[in-house]
Every structure is written in structure tokens, then in C-alpha cells.
């Protein structure tokens, strides 16, 4: 019985130090690729909070007011957003009157992936709700998002969305 314990105890502590090394590596990764997504927690809040009101204010519209949220586009999107948003939304800004729709979006989670200098790639969880005039209850919605943002003279702005 005590050959067998003697030959346990090394197998349980190498097996410790692979798990060890296994937990460990996502934040090895991290500190070797520069990614401060980890360690800089007001970096990643600031990141994920302007990522989360902007996506609510750009994919938030009421019939009567469509201009409001393109208001919001042009001062949250730059690049590939601001166009794959365009493109998008001249669809909306036409029948939105006519159909009469209302479209509330709330960020239900959003965290940040990867932050590295002023860029950041954030994972957002989305629900939407569409409701027609005189209608009581909309229909929901979920989507999921990937957003690239970046920082620029202190402020964060949208580059690139990708559905997941």
C-alpha cells in the first residue's frame, strides 16, 4: 500500500502543475500579446459601456424620429460600421413611417475580449423589441455581436459590428 501512495503523490503533483499551467495560459497569452483586457478593469468598463449605450442609441428608433438615430451613427460608427449601417438603415428610414414600428434595444451583457493601446473587441448580447402603433407587446428579439471599437482623443467609437 505504501509503494502505491509513494507512486500517487508525484503523479498528483505533476498533474497539479499541468492543470496549473493550463488555467494559467489564457492569461499568459495575454501578458506576452499585450492584451489588457485582464488587468485594466476601467479601460474594459469604459470600452464596454460606450460600445453598450451607443450600440442602444443606433439600434433604438421611433417612427416619428428617425433622424435621432441617425444622429447617434454619426457619432458612434466610423468605417465599416458606418457603412454596413447605412446600407441597413436606408432600408428602415423608408418604411419605418409607413409600418409605424418602434424598435427599443437594450444591451442585456457586454464584455470586452481583447484590449490592446486604444483598440478594443468587445462581445455584446443584445434584445430588441419591435412594436407596432396601438400594439401593446412587441416582438422580441436577440442578436449577438462582436464590435471593434477604438479609442480616439478619449472618446470610443465603433468600427467594425460582426454577428456571432
Not at 481583447?114 to 462581445?123: M, T, Y
Amino acid at each position: 500500500m505504501r509503494r502505491v501512495l509513494r507512486l500517487y503523490r508525484p503523479f498528483a503533483v505533476a498533474l497539479g502543475i499541468v492543470l496549473a499551467g493550463v488555467a494559467l495560459h489564457p492569461v499568459a497569452d495575454a501578458v506576452r500579446g499585450n492584451d489588457r483586457a485582464v488587468f485594466d478593469d476601467v479601460a474594459a468598463a469604459e470600452a464596454t459601456g460606450a460600445v453598450s449605450r451607443g450600440l442602444a442609441a443606433v439600434f433604438s428608433y421611433e417612427a416619428g424620429d428617425v433622424a435621432a438615430t441617425e444622429r447617434a451613427a454619426a457619432r458612434v460608427l466610423r468605417g465599416a460600421a458606418l457603412r454596413q449601417y447605412r446600407t441597413l438603415f436606408g432600408q428602415v428610414k423608408r418604411q419605418a413611417p409607413e409600418q409605424r414600428v418602434t424598435l427599443v434595444t437594450r444591451v442585456v451583457r457586454a464584455g470586452v475580449v481583447s484590449l490592446s493601446g486604444d483598440a478594443a473587441s468587445v462581445l455584446v448580447f443584445l434584445d430588441q423589441t419591435a412594436t407596432r402603433a396601438g400594439e401593446r407587446a412587441g416582438t422580441p428579439a436577440a442578436a449577438q455581436l462582436v464590435v471593434s471599437a477604438r479609442r480616439a482623443d478619449g472618446r470610443w467609437t465603433i468600427h467594425e459590428l460582426r454577428a456571432v
